[in-house]
């Protein structure tokens, strides 16, 4: 069974300090995609790593896919209160199904 | 506001009733979803369409019936919740990758309280 482990599960900051999420799995996954989740909404995708050793930047948000495809991380820079939220790794299962696995998700709170 | 519009987006029904969920894309994703979120939880898996067939049920209680129209909407149909049936339920949708995993696009969800 393909699991996602992300750690920390929770993180409560303030607004200027700098974090880091991570998505590890013994299995190795073809993609990994990260989401970001806020209250009274669903997911939203912030984005998909294909590539082994890829970094992907998107504004303050730094995403990289380890080089053996079987970990991410997420970097956020210089947090804001707009960044709170659910954040989810997922990645697709084995077999060809549309299925993807989630990790349990980093509950981030930043205080103003 | 998301491509991915379900409703309503809040219901409240006692154990007996019958209800629908509905959920409609016209991004032209042939995949579709319905999943459960409890609080502070990951999305939990229930069933996924594949050109408008049922390709996963994730064996969920009977007492949720899904059902594919067409290719833009999808419904959940209801019947004798239990109260741990509460959740936000969340459709979404992507292209057909055979496995690769396309990103899914989510709406933002049904909040189902039972009472």
């Known amino acids: 069974t393909q699991l996602l482990e992300q750690s920390p599960q929770f993180l409560s900051i303030q607004e200027g300090e700098n974090l880091t999420v991570y998505c590890n799995s013994s299995?190795?996954?073809?993609?990994l995609q990260w989401y970001r989740q806020e209250p009274g909404e669903g997911p939203v995708l912030l984005v998909t790593?294909?590539?082994?050793?890829e970094v992907k930047k998107l504004k303050r948000l730094t995403f990289q896919f380890g080089d053996a495809r079987k970990d991410s991380s997420l970097h956020i820079t210089a947090a804001q209160p707009g960044d709170t939220g659910l954040y989810l790794c997922?990645?697709?299962?084995?077999?060809?199904?549309?299925?993807?696995?989630f990790g349990k998700g980093m509950k981030l709170t930043v205080n103003p | 506001d998301t491509e991915v519009t379900q409703t309503p987006k809040h219901l409240v029904m006692g154990m007996t009733n019958k209800k629908s969920l509905k959920c409609e894309q016209h991004?032209?994703?042939?995949?579709m979803y319905w999943y459960k979120q409890k609080a502070k939880k990951p999305p939990e898996l229930m069933f996924v369409?594949?050109?408008?067939?049922?390709?996963i049920n994730e064996s969920v209680p009977s007492r949720f019936s899904p059902e594919c129209p067409n290719s833009s909407l999808l419904n959940l149909h209801l019947h004798a919740l239990q109260p741990e049936d509460s959740a936000l339920y969340l459709c979404?949708?992507?292209?057909?990758?055979?496995?690769?995993?396309?990103?899914?696009?989510f709406g933002d969800g049904t909040r189902l309280s039972i009472l």
């Open positions: 991004m032209g994703h042939r995949a």
């Open positions: 997922a990645g697709p299962t084995q077999g060809g199904s549309e299925k993807l696995v």
């Open positions: 979404a949708s992507s292209l057909i990758s055979g496995g690769a995993g396309q990103p899914q696009h």
């Open positions: 369409y594949s050109y408008e067939k049922l390709s």
């Open positions: 299995s190795v996954f073809s993609s």
């Open positions: 790593v294909v590539t082994g050793g």
